[in-house]
């Protein structure tokens, strides 16, 4: 069994504390042979060593963190990093909290950073949905007219809309085999396209 290093801060009779570090194969183990030496128990924890895990969380954050907002996959990935670094804090946390506590500050800051890519991703599909919803209406009526969707969005102005708006999205269309059509905009950190059938924009996910 692989032995673990612990802090143990004991006292004496004479009212006088000691602390050392003492090696034992766990927790159990160690209470018994001090208290075989007969002395009183202040308190242990575990000397945990978070050199390892800490620069794997440090690399993992300045190699996927700027490219999270842009990449769909950095993004993902940046999610698997924060779960499991979640997962490693909150196991440590009760055996050294004050050893922990840069590592529980890397992944709060990890964690606010996800939800801020994420809140901005959402806003700003609300402002595609804004924006597109004048196209659709526009190859609604393409469609009612012509019974035919237009093989491209150059065909829709001046008589079903003024223009095709191309800021701050770029509308990517495509006429379909089946007659139905599908608009895609690049929308950091991941595509979204329109589904014709559903009537609901969708995040295009990476396969």
């Given at each position: 069994m692989?032995?673990?290093?612990?802090?143990?801060?004991?006292?004496?009779?004479?009212?006088?504390?000691?602390?050392?570090?003492?090696?034992?194969r766990?927790?159990?183990?160690?209470?018994?042979?001090l208290?075989?030496?007969?002395?009183?128990?202040?308190?242990?924890?575990?000397d945990?060593?978070?050199?390892?895990?800490?620069?794997?969380?440090?690399?993992?954050?300045?190699?996927?963190?700027?490219?999270a907002?842009?990449l769909?996959?950095?993004?993902?990935?940046?999610?698997?990093?924060?779960?499991?670094?979640l997962?490693?804090?909150?196991g440590?946390?009760?055996?050294?909290p004050?050893?922990?506590?840069?590592?529980?500050?890397?992944?709060?800051?990890?964690?606010?950073y996800?939800?801020?890519?994420h809140?901005?991703?959402?806003?700003?599909?609300?402002?595609?949905?804004?924006?597109?919803?004048?196209?659709?209406?526009a190859?609604?009526g393409?469609?009612?007219?012509?019974?035919?969707?237009?093989?491209?969005?150059?065909?829709?102005?001046?008589?079903?809309i003024?223009?095709?708006?191309?800021?701050?999205f770029?509308?990517?269309?495509?006429?379909?085999?089946?007659?139905?059509?599908?608009?895609?905009?690049?929308?950091?950190?991941?595509?979204?396209?329109?589904?014709?059938?559903?009537?609901?924009?969708?995040?295009?996910?990476?396969?």
């Open positions: 692989k032995l673990k290093k612990f802090i143990c801060v004991i006292g004496h009779e004479s009212g006088t504390e000691e602390s050392r570090v003492i090696v034992a766990d927790r159990e183990s160690l209470e018994e042979k208290r075989a030496e007969g002395v009183t128990i202040r308190s242990i924890r575990e945990l060593r978070i050199g390892g895990g800490l620069t794997a969380l440090i690399f993992f954050c300045f190699f996927l963190g700027p490219a907002p842009f769909d996959t950095a993004f993902i990935m940046l999610h698997g990093v924060l779960f499991f670094s997962v490693w804090v909150l440590s946390w009760k055996l050294n004050s050893k922990m506590a840069v590592p529980a500050l890397l992944v709060f800051l990890l964690f606010t996800v939800i801020g890519i809140t901005k991703f959402f806003l700003d599909l609300q402002k595609v949905q804004l924006e597109g919803e004048p196209v659709l209406k190859l609604d393409f469609h009612a007219k012509y019974s035919r969707y237009p093989k491209d969005l150059d065909q829709l102005p001046p008589d079903f003024n223009q095709i708006p191309d800021k701050p770029r509308f990517e269309y495509l006429l379909l085999e089946n007659g139905h059509y599908s608009l895609l905009i690049r929308l950091h950190p991941f595509k979204v396209f329109y589904n014709a059938s559903t009537q609901k924009w969708h995040p295009l996910m990476p396969t």
